[in-house]
């Protein structure tokens, strides 16, 4: 704000407009323009994407599982019975 106070009031143009050129807001976008910027939104969703698989990996080598089950399962973990006479406490 203090920048556009200040360009008004130095009037660079001498014309008392803050800008060089006028800018017509009336004239839809043409698709060729969309194009670009659909397409950076898609390469943005996919790079998003792998950076998270990327990380999730890389949490999943450094901790193991229990730092999965912890993310997914909200702190509960989940772990594997290591001998067949603990299974009579899961019926």
């Known amino acids: 704000m203090v ?3 200040v360009v008004r009031s130095i009037n660079p143009y001498g014309n008392g407009h803050d800008i060089q050129f006028s800018i017509d807001y009336s004239i839809p976008w043409a698709s060729f323009e969309l ?27 450094v901790y193991g599982v229990h730092f999965l089950s912890k993310q997914m399962f909200g702190g509960v973990v989940f772990e ?3 001998d067949l006479d603990n299974i009579q406490y899961l019926k």
Request: proline share 3%.
């Open 3 to 5: 920048g556009a106070l």
């Open 80 to 82: 594997r019975i290591q």
């Open 35 to 61: 194009l670009p910027f659909i397409l950076l939104g898609i390469l943005g969703v996919k790079i998003k994407e792998k950076e998270i698989y990327i990380y999730i990996d890389f949490k999943f080598r």
